[in-house]
Each structure stands twice: as C-alpha cells, then as structure tokens.
Nanobody, 119 residues
Framework: QVQLEESGGGLVQPGGSLRLSCAASGSVFSIHAMGWYRQTPGKQRELVAHITSLGAITYADSVKGRFTVSRDNAKNTLYLQMNSLKPEDTAVYYC?????????????WGQGTQVTVSS
C-alpha cells in the first residue's frame, strides 16, 4: 500500500508565498516522475509542474518564474515553492507520482490540499 500526502496549503494574500509538500509512504521501492496538478470547480485538472527522476522539469506557462518544483529522493518527498501568488492560483493542488512498489509500477494521487489566494 502506497500513499501520497500533501501538506502546506492554506489562505494567503496576493503576492504572498506558500510551500507545498508531498510525502510518499508505504512500500516504496523508488519514485519515477512526480508532479503537481491543480483543479478548480467545473474545470479539468491541469498540470502545474512536473519533475522526472533525473531532474528534468516542466512548468505550466502560467506559473513560470513564480513556482519552483523540487524533490528529495532520500525522503520520497516532492515540493512546490509558490511565490508571487495570484487569486487565479486558487485551487486544490494534487500531488501525482509514478511509484515502483512490491506490486509493480503504478500511478498514484494524493488527496489534495486547498490553496486560496485572497485579500
């Protein structure tokens, strides 16, 4: 059994910062690609940032220059540093990862963490 647990969401004023974390636990052998996605009501879930096991990174155009994704492979943890936050960044943020476990490789999602940017 593998779980992804996000933390770090909350309410922040425009221009502020938040740091999200996503920790994988359970029978994890190794983690391949990891990513952050976000979703608002009535819209499809969209990619925010993606990082491969070798460190190749992709960002959505809307967050380039403001968000930074990183990972700590020793801790099986993914991070998202969000700076210069805007109201349009308000969403539920989800962690996603391709994880090699005792049962093989599978794709996993966290439960999501709410980020609200408002004055």
């Amino acid at each position: 059994q593998v779980q992804l647990e996000e933390s770090g969401g909350g309410l922040v004023q425009p221009g502020g910062s938040l740091r999200l974390s996503c920790a994988a636990s359970g029978s994890v052998f190794s983690i391949h690609a990891m990513g952050w996605y976000r979703q608002t009501p009535g819209k499809q879930r969209e990619l925010v940032a993606h990082i491969t096991s070798l460190g190749a990174i992709t960002y959505a155009d809307s967050v380039k220059g403001r968000f930074t994704v990183s990972r700590d492979n020793a801790k099986n943890t993914l991070y998202l540093q969000m700076n210069s936050l805007k109201p349009e960044d308000t969403a539920v943020y989800y962690c996603n990862a391709d994880i090699w476990t005792v049962g093989g490789t599978g794709n996993y999602w966290g439960q999501g963490t709410q980020v609200t940017v408002s004055s």
